[in-house]
């Protein structure tokens, strides 16, 4: 059974940083496609950052240049580190696997569960 468990999350301050962490159990980050999406209460899930199977990515234009999608293979982690965190970045969270499509879609086999991350002035 896959499992990906979120952590990192949290409260802090505009202009902070973040680093989410998605550990996977029975399934290999490694040379697949995995990536990190958002969501706000009352709208619908919105693409941050996708990673390729060779390791490229791409990330949202809304978050380039400050997140960072990035994972470990010894430690079988998926990472999404994030800098100069504004107060719009408030959302749930959630990491993915086995994901088709181009990075706006969330055709996705396996999802985190979600870890709230909320960034105040």
């Known amino acids: 059974q896959v499992q990906l468990v979120e952590s990192g999350g949290g409260s802090v301050l505009a202009g902070g940083s973040l680093r989410l962490s998605c550990v996977a159990t029975?399934?290999?980050?490694?040379?697949?496609?995995a990536g990190w999406f958002r969501q706000i209460p009352g709208k619908g899930r919105v693409a941050v950052a996708r990673?390729?199977?060779?390791?490229?990515?791409l990330h949202a234009e809304a978050v380039e240049g400050r997140f960072t999608i990035s994972r470990d293979n010894a430690k079988n982690t998926l990472y999404l580190q994030m800098n100069t965190l504004k107060p719009e970045d408030t959302a749930i969270y959630y990491c993915a696997a086995d994901c088709t499509g181009n990075l706006n879609s969330d055709r996705c086999t396996y999802w985190g569960q979600g870890i709230q991350v909320t960034v105040s002035t």
């Open positions: 029975g399934y290999r980050f490694n040379g697949r496609r």
């Open positions: 990673i390729y199977t060779d390791d490229s990515t």
